[in-house]
């Protein structure tokens, strides 16, 4: 019997619950609050330097931004009407950096709160192969948003695939999955992992299937109570971005 398609686990708290827990003390909707920023905090940073800071200095503001968005209350003001967390993130960081030019010096990275984790060691090289050309901030926060809500969707599947044994299977046909033109052909893999053709073909099948349920559910954990014809649409403007 074939297999099922099944979708790998990924989270499903809307952000809705998550400005609505900002004032209290419910403690999973402000844990998917912290994976939230930690997922998507490189866009903020790359908005930060786009908006003509140093390396360093946009560092800490994205520290200090992150720290003040996951204390107690800071969410609260947050309109889940607006449907998209990456709205929210944009509109409140442009007022948080509004703010913060009032103050002379640069606080001390994460001011001692807790923080979400930032590989500070690769942050700006990979800020170095974004667009060099005159994107807007918003462009380019837009741009690095998409980027990081497809990488987190393969993140699920590589784990999906590490869990059940599977990862060479995963890391052969990724480039497939995603159009990379170095990409193996198909009869090379089926070689290497001593599979017929047909059964690379199905496998590369299965994996679209559980990306594009993997991509669903990264972008509905970001939108309000989002509807099918919703997420539809968010996908589309997402890769619309990429595309632009």
């Known amino acids: 019997m074939a297999e099922p398609p099944q979708s790998p686990r990924f989270p499903t708290t809307r ?3 998550v400005a609505a827990a900002g004032g209290g003390d419910v403690s999973d909707a402000r844990e998917a609050l912290a994976e939230l920023c930690a997922a998507y905090w490189f866009p903020v940073y790359a908005y930060v330097r786009r908006k003509g800071h140093d390396p360093e200095r946009a560092l800490d503001l994205t520290q200090d931004y992150f720290a003040r968005l996951l204390e107690k209350g800071t969410v609260a003001a947050a309109d889940p009407d607006k449907g998209r967390f990456r709205s929210f993130l944009l509109i409140d960081c ?38 060099a050309h005159g994107d807007t901030p918003e462009r380019l926060f837009e741009r690095a948003w ?13 784990g999906h695939y590490a869990a059940t044994g599977r990862a060479v299977l995963f890391e052969r046909l990724r480039p497939a999955l995603t159009a990379d033109p170095g990409a193996a052909p198909q009869a090379e893999i089926g070689r290497e992992l001593g599979l017929t053709p047909g059964a690379v073909q199905v496998a590369l099948h299965r994996l679209r299937a ?11 954990a970001t939108l309000d109570n989002p509807t099918a014809a919703e997420v539809d ?3 589309r403007a997402l890769f619309a971005v990429l595309a632009g």
């Open 94 to 131: 442009s007022f948080f950096l509004a703010d913060r030019r009032d103050h002379e010096r640069a606080l001390k990275r994460g001011g001692g709160r807790g923080v979400v984790p930032i590989d500070a060691h690769d942050v700006e090289g990979r800020y170095r192969r974004e667009p």
């Open 146 to 158: 998409a980027l990081a809500v497809l990488d987190r969707a393969l993140d699920d599947l590589r």
């Open 210 to 220: 559980r990306f594009a349920a993997a991509l669903r559910g990264r972008v509905a």
């Open 15 to 17: 952000w809705s619950r």
């Open 233 to 235: 649409e968010e996908i």
